[in-house]
């Protein structure tokens, strides 16, 4: 079967039934009633969306990830004693006989120290804006799909992709995907952003506490 990289959303709703619902509870939950940010944090994150403000159109996607979003995953901290982040990672599943779901994932956070174990978010960047030749949302969404089959524990796959300065949180709970409006980093959304990325360890470790009573 093809990698992640080559799956459109169209494509990975027909071949795994998925269908939307992007008013769906738990998505919701996520992103509403977030941590707050520190003023201190705030001039930070400030001064960081003005950096992207003025280089977006510029950076290719190795200098958006280098000089933006590694700055914030670093700033919300995902290296827990249970989990942490991965980059580049390859993921594979055979999902039915004859079938696999492969690739190279950007970014995940997952159980397991040298190795992922258990995924629970994704993220997906992309610099451009999309085109018909680039869907990140079916590249994220057969990337959760993936961490769905792959996991014994049947819980949401959690994910976010970035097109430039926007970024869209999506998450998969059984056959039913929901995804957030875009969130501009190069306004105070970026403190929306940061606050859904700090939600995200916040259910991660509820997740943990279910499944390993």
Known sequence: MKPFSQWSKEEVEEEF???ADHSYGLLQ???????????EEQRILRRLSQKLLTHVHDW???ELKVF???FILDFVDFWQPHYRPFFERELSVEYAEGKRLWGVVDFFVASGKQ???KPFFFLHEYKKQADTS???TGQLLAEMVAAQKANPDTHPIYGAYIIGRHWYFVLLDGLVYAESLAYDATKDEIMAIVGILRQTKDIIDGLLQRFHR
């Open 29 to 39: 939950e996520w992103i509403a009633e977030l941590p707050s940010v520190s003023d």
């Open 60 to 62: 290719n996607e190795e």
């Open 17 to 19: 039934g998925l269908y």
């Open 115 to 117: 190795s992922p174990r």
């Open 134 to 136: 680039n869907d990140p």
């Open 68 to 70: 933006f979003i590694a």
